[in-house]
């Protein structure tokens, strides 16, 4: 049953241009909810979070939106930069806003082309 | 940099063997983690420790047991090695800053372990 859900397995986009990536989840407890993205080889590094009580944050060009009626949320990436090309993977924790057991979702590897 | 290292990087192994990997950490950060990462699942944690031998299962313990002896190291085994256990396994931290003002609450990974099961 998996709790945390990334449909799009991949996503390409045009330097410059938007990326925006995908995440469901079903588990109503989640309250805190983060974005990783990892390169190969590497282990995940932490890019943005957000909790339960906002419905965005932004921390440059990352912006994360949580609509907790639809139990989704969104990572927009603007404007998109080769070095952002990596897989990204959304994680949610139910630990009372802390980063404390987080479940992930299968990833999204994005392509940004020159 | 949370000064997380994993030992080996690497390992090829047989089935049936045992295999211990090892977490360290040089910051003294109480809360722990071991995750295995798959094709088409992600990210799945199989232990945690929220301190020197105070240990628990995650979603995916079958086959595998730890040990926290010292905060530093963080040690996964898996006792009999199968096919089905080859993977890339992370270990993280967690520094719990929630309480810290603008600073949000998150893990920190390992650089990975690749295992291989013959």
């Known amino acids: 049953d998996q709790q945390v859900k990334q449909n799009s397995p991949s996503l390409s986009v045009q330097e410059g241009r938007i990326s925006i990536l995908n995440c469901d989840y079903t588990?109503?407890?989640?309250?805190?909810f983060l974005w990783y993205k990892k390169y190969p080889a590497e282990g995940p590094t932490f890019l943005i979070s957000?909790?339960?009580?906002?419905d965005k944050n932004e921390d440059g060009r990352f912006t994360v939106f949580l609509n907790k009626s639809a139990k989704h949320l969104s990572l927009h990436i603007v404007p998109s930069q080769p070095g952002d090309s990596a897989v990204y993977f959304c994680?949610?924790?139910?630990?009372?806003?802390?980063?404390?057991?987080?479940?992930f979702g299968t990833g999204t590897r994005l392509a940004v082309r020159p | 940099d949370a000064g997380i290292t994993q030992s080996p990087r690497h390992k090829v192994t047989e089935t049936g063997t045992p295999v211990t990997l090892r977490c360290h950490q040089t910051?003294?950060?109480?809360?722990m983690y071991w995750y295995r990462q798959d094709p088409g699942h992600g990210l799945r944690l199989i232990h945690y420790?929220?301190?020197?031998?105070?240990?628990d299962k995650g979603e995916v313990s079958d086959g595998y047991s730890v040990s926290r002896s010292k905060t530093e190291d963080f040690l996964l085994t898996l006792e009999s090695a199968t096919s089905s256990q080859t993977s890339v396994y992370f270990c993280?931290?967690?520094?719990?800053?929630?309480?810290?003002?603008?600073?949000?609450?998150?893990?920190?990974f390992g650089p990975g372990t690749r295992l291989t099961v013959l």
């Open positions: 994680a949610a924790s139910a630990e009372k806003s802390s980063g404390d057991k987080l479940t």
């Open positions: 588990n109503s407890m989640f309250d805190y």
């Open positions: 957000i909790s339960s009580i906002k």
């Open positions: 910051e003294n950060h109480r809360y």
């Open positions: 420790s929220y301190g020197v031998k105070d240990t």
């Open positions: 993280a931290i967690n520094e719990r800053l929630a309480m810290r003002n603008g600073v949000p609450d998150t893990q920190y």
